[in-house]
């Protein structure tokens, strides 16, 4: 079939007959795929022009709604992706990691766009910051969407996950997407994008496909673009380097090659859970998706005394996997993606074959199940154990992206350490072993080099997702030669997307621009008591006051015996005076949290649902008996929850005693209702 791409709004096929995409098991051709003469101008202009207006008109929530329908509804259908994914050599395990888990990627993102991000377009960054003494003048650090589109780049391995992972943040943050699968798997990455468009949730232009190669787009891009990356370091460095890459200081988020190493603690000697767990794990990650991922285990970094057994071990296990074709319930591992990747692996292990010794002779065909080996791309696994691990570069410098890793032995932790180092940037590295002065020890002499770091001993491995599955809340990414980026990572991953500015101004001002009310701003009167206000009718700095209270000796002494905190500076006067920071009896601090809801909450069924917490207490200054408080609240900021019939609504609070001092600050959070509740002290008055 002719695999058409998704521009200014149609689907359209490039001039010529395209490039042939094949069968990774059969070799027949799949699809072809061109975008020769398509004006790549044209498309950036589209969504920036079309696309980004649409999406930013929309809240994070509504955003995050959108991908939220969308990943239910590909949920649904997702058989239909797991039957085109068997084409590209995947088994029906490797399907699940890049179909489910780029669907619960999207889901991910989805949720925490609901729960993480304000019901707004603009997104406040940290607290606000005073920059004068009497808070006349003040700062504020926001982030807004880019004006641009977002150019997405995606490496042959992983088609549907590759996508998702970096298109969800993207339209979370209010930015279009242009995605650039790998030409061999476009297909896959095609039908779950054709999927997406005839669900007709996102707006015209926020999504476009380009199926065949990139023309001249980079040269289009400008300062309110974005270039997400994955593939190989020598691309990322052509595109980073870009004229008008760098003419416009164009953001470029790249994840690249990555020689990861797995490290088995000195004490996970052979007959240890963490032993047998290490085995099990360096053969899942040379076999699962035949070894073609970034994050896969290239170097098994081995305590020397060990060296032997975790080799045989780990041969042993790859002597029963099943290889052919990955329709077949009982195969293991499929071929590589496509024939050319298959020459690439092979001539890369005759490059580690210099300076590494296969553990069991490497045959040249394998024999593989219900297929053909040379018409598909089968590799069979390659275990090598390296002569010289100290001094070899090559062991740190190819990467076979295949079914390739390399027994490496050490002698003490600093050279474990070293020898993952020599890397020069990874991915993800892992640790096995059930000391935590060793893993300690080891996670921090990796973390320089390393994006992540996953520690399993055998109290956490059942859970444990494993050493090559980069999880939605985590960053994915790494320093150096994995590509400098950070993708995923929760709110992280949607930071790439925004404009981070500095705000400074008076409290007024940084309440109207920001949405949120600053300390120092004017207060409103509300008319009534605010708890008494519906969601839609608070307005930020609606503000409450209340009339004072005494705090008495009997006060303190009552709540200690309902609470049961009978601390010192509460009870007894003596030890009290003795404390330097109070001098006296004083009363707790929970009592004044407590006394001050006394004092602003109103009693009476109304629109407040429930209080769900506070955020940022503070105990600023002691209060002692006969002193007297008073409570400010001020509506802070709102968040609507539109499809549960309630908001979140934030308060601002401060107690002062009578000389006006805050003695306690700290936000209250409420749910409020959308909908107006009668005042039955007004009827009761009628």
Same mark, same amino acid.
């Not at 239910?72 to 085109?84: C, G, N, P, T």
């Not at 029906?92 to 993480?116: N, P, Q, Y």
């Not at 003040?138 to 969407?145: E, R, S, T, W």
């Given at each position: 079939?002719?695999?058409?791409?998704?521009?200014?709004?149609?689907?359209?096929?490039?001039?010529?007959?395209?490039?042939?995409?094949?069968?990774?098991?059969?070799?027949?051709?799949?699809?072809?795929?061109?975008?020769?003469?398509?004006?790549?101008?044209?498309?950036?202009?589209?969504?920036?022009?079309?696309?980004?207006?649409?999406?930013?008109?929309?809240?994070?929530?509504?955003?995050?709604?959108?991908?939220?329908?969308?990943?239910?509804?590909?949920?649904?259908?997702?058989?239909?992706?797991?039957?085109?994914?068997?084409?590209?050599?995947?088994?029906?395990?490797?399907?699940?990691?890049?179909?489910?888990?780029?669907?619960?990627?999207?889901?991910?993102?989805?949720?925490?766009?609901?729960?993480?991000?304000?019901?707004?377009?603009?997104?406040?960054?940290?607290?606000?910051?005073?920059?004068?003494?009497?808070?006349?003048?003040?700062?504020?650090?926001?982030?807004?969407?880019?004006?641009?589109?977002?150019?997405?780049?995606?490496?042959?391995?992983?088609?549907?996950?590759?996508?998702?992972?970096?298109?969800?943040?993207?339209?979370?943050?209010?930015?279009?997407?242009?995605?650039?699968?790998?030409?061999?798997?476009?297909?896959?990455?095609?039908?779950?994008?054709?999927?997406?468009?005839?669900?007709?949730?996102?707006?015209?232009?926020?999504?476009?496909?380009?199926?065949?190669?990139?023309?001249?787009?980079?040269?289009?891009?400008?300062?309110?673009?974005?270039?997400?990356?994955?593939?190989?370091?020598?691309?990322?460095?052509?595109?980073?380097?870009?004229?008008?890459?760098?003419?416009?200081?164009?953001?470029?988020?790249?994840?690249?090659?990555?020689?990861?190493? @797995?490290?088995?603690?000195?004490?996970?000697?052979? $007959?240890?859970? !963490?032993?047998?767990?290490? =085995? *099990?794990?360096? &053969? %899942? +990650?040379?076999?699962?998706?035949?070894?073609?991922?970034?994050?896969?285990?290239?170097?098994?970094?081995?305590?020397?005394?060990?060296?032997?057994?975790?080799?045989?071990?780990?041969?042993?296990?790859?002597?029963?996997?099943?290889?052919?074709?990955?329709?077949?319930?009982?195969?293991?591992?499929?071929?590589?993606? @496509?024939?050319?990747?298959?020459?690439?692996?092979? $001539?890369?292990? !005759?490059?580690?074959?210099? =300076? *590494?010794?296969? &553990? %069991? +002779?490497?045959?040249?065909?394998?024999?593989?199940?219900?297929?053909?080996?040379?018409?598909?791309?089968?590799?069979?696994?390659?275990?090598?154990?390296?002569?010289?691990?100290?001094?070899?570069?090559?062991?740190?410098?190819?990467?076979?992206?295949?079914?390739?890793?390399?027994?490496?032995?050490?002698?003490?932790?600093?050279?474990?350490?070293?020898?993952?180092?020599? $890397?020069?940037?990874?991915?993800?590295?892992? =640790?096995?072993?059930?000391?935590?002065?060793?893993?300690?020890?080891?996670?921090?002499?990796?973390?320089?080099?390393?994006?992540?770091?996953?520690?399993?001993?055998?109290?956490?491995?059942?859970?444990?997702?494993?050493?090559?599955?980069?999880?939605?809340?985590?960053?994915?990414?790494?320093?150096?030669?994995?590509?400098?980026?950070?993708?995923?990572?929760?709110?992280?991953?949607?930071?790439?997307?925004?404009?981070?500015?500095?705000?400074?101004?008076?409290?007024?001002?940084?309440?109207?621009?920001?949405?949120?009310?600053?300390?120092?701003?004017?207060?409103?009167?509300?008319?009534?008591?605010?708890?008494?206000?519906?969601?839609?009718?608070?307005?930020?700095?609606?503000?409450?006051?209340?009339?004072?209270?005494?705090?008495?000796?009997?006060?303190?002494?009552?709540?200690?015996?309902?609470?049961?905190?009978?601390?010192?500076?509460?009870?007894?006067?003596?030890?009290?005076?003795?404390?330097?920071?109070?001098?006296?009896?004083?009363?707790?601090?929970?009592?004044?949290?407590?006394?001050?809801?006394?004092?602003?909450?109103?009693?009476?069924?109304?629109?407040?649902?429930?209080?769900?917490?506070?955020?940022?207490?503070?105990?600023?200054?002691?209060?002692?008996?006969?002193?007297?408080?008073?409570?400010?609240?001020?509506?802070?900021?709102?968040?609507?929850?539109?499809?549960?019939?309630?908001?979140?609504?934030?308060?601002?609070?401060?107690?002062?005693?009578?000389?006006?001092?805050?003695?306690?600050?700290?936000?209250?959070?409420?749910?409020?209702?959308?909908?107006?509740?009668?005042?039955?002290?007004?009827?009761?008055?009628?």
């Amino acid at each position: 079939m002719r695999l058409e791409s998704y521009v200014l709004g149609e689907w359209r096929f490039g001039r010529g007959e395209g490039s042939a995409l094949r069968d990774a098991t059969t070799g027949e051709v799949v699809a072809r795929a061109s975008t020769e003469g398509f004006e790549h101008g044209a498309i950036l202009d589209h969504a920036r022009r079309v696309g980004g207006p649409a999406l930013r008109t929309l809240t994070f929530h509504e955003r995050a709604a959108m991908l939220r329908t969308l990943g239910k509804r590909l949920l649904e259908i997702k058989e239909e992706f797991y039957e085109l994914s068997f084409r590209t050599g995947a088994t029906r395990a490797d399907s699940w990691v890049d179909i489910d888990g780029g669907i619960g990627t999207m889901l991910v993102f989805a949720s925490k766009g609901a729960r993480e991000l304000p019901n707004a377009r603009v997104y406040l960054d940290g607290d606000v910051e005073a920059l004068s003494k009497r808070g006349t003048f003040a700062g504020q650090h926001l982030c807004v969407p880019l004006e641009g589109a977002a150019v997405q780049i995606n490496a042959f391995n992983f088609p549907v996950w590759g996508m998702l992972e970096k298109l969800a943040p993207a339209i979370l943050a209010g930015l279009p997407v242009i995605v650039k699968p790998a030409t061999a798997t476009a297909y896959l990455a095609q039908r779950v994008v054709r999927r997406i468009v005839e669900q007709g949730v996102l707006p015209a232009g926020a999504l476009q496909l380009l199926c065949g190669g990139a023309g001249d787009l980079v040269d289009h891009l400008g300062c309110q673009d974005v270039v997400s990356f994955t593939g190989s370091a020598s691309t990322a460095a052509t595109l980073r380097t870009g004229a008008a890459i760098v003419r416009h200081s164009v953001r470029f988020i790249a994840e690249t090659d990555s020689l990861n190493s @797995s490290i088995l603690g000195p004490d996970a000697a052979p $007959g240890t859970p !963490e032993f047998d767990l290490y =085995v *099990a794990e360096v &053969v %899942r +990650e040379m076999t699962s998706k035949a070894g073609q991922k970034c994050t896969a285990i290239r170097k098994a970094i081995v305590p020397a005394p060990f060296a032997d057994a975790a080799a045989a071990a780990i041969a042993a296990r790859l002597d029963a996997i099943v290889i052919g074709d990955p329709r077949l319930a009982e195969v293991q591992m499929g071929p590589l993606a @496509s024939r050319e990747q298959r020459a690439e692996v092979l $001539g890369r292990i !005759e490059a580690l074959r210099a =300076v *590494a010794d296969p &553990v %069991r +002779e490497i045959a040249g065909a394998p024999r593989v199940r219900g297929a053909d080996a040379r018409e598909g791309a089968f590799v069979a696994p390659v275990l090598l154990r390296c002569r010289d691990g100290i001094s070899s570069d090559v062991i740190h410098s190819v990467e076979a992206f295949g079914p390739v890793a390399t027994v490496i032995p050490y002698r003490g932790l600093d050279q474990a350490i070293d020898l993952a180092r020599r $890397g020069e940037g990874s991915l993800v590295g892992s =640790v096995f072993t059930s000391d935590p002065a060793i893993a300690t020890e080891l996670v921090l002499g990796l973390a320089p080099y390393h994006g992540r770091v996953l520690v399993v001993d055998r109290h956490c491995a059942a859970e444990s997702t494993g050493h090559g599955s980069p999880l939605a809340p985590l960053v994915h990414g790494g320093p150096g030669r994995a590509g400098g980026g950070e993708e995923m990572g929760g709110l992280r991953g949607v930071l790439h997307y925004l404009q981070r500015i500095a705000v400074q101004g008076s409290p007024d001002m940084l309440t109207a621009v920001g949405g949120r009310w600053v300390r120092g701003a004017r207060e409103r009167d509300p008319g009534r008591h605010p708890f008494r206000k519906p969601f839609g009718e608070l307005a930020i700095g609606d503000t409450f006051r209340s009339g004072p209270r005494t705090v008495t000796l009997a006060d303190i002494e009552a709540f200690a015996a309902l609470s049961g905190d009978h601390f010192y500076a509460h009870m007894s006067d003596a030890d009290a005076a003795r404390n330097p920071l109070f001098g006296g009896r004083v009363a707790h601090g929970y009592f004044l949290i407590s006394a001050a809801a006394g004092l602003f909450v109103d009693p009476d069924y109304g629109p407040v649902l429930g209080n769900y917490g506070l955020d940022g207490l503070r105990f600023v200054k002691p209060v002692k008996p006969g002193d007297s408080i008073q409570v400010r609240l001020t509506c802070k900021h709102k968040s609507l929850r539109a499809d549960k019939g309630w908001g979140e609504v934030r308060w601002d609070t401060e107690i002062t005693n009578q000389h006006g001092e805050p003695v306690a600050v700290y936000d209250v959070l409420t749910m409020v209702s959308v909908t107006a509740v009668p005042d039955r002290r007004e009827e009761n008055r009628e």
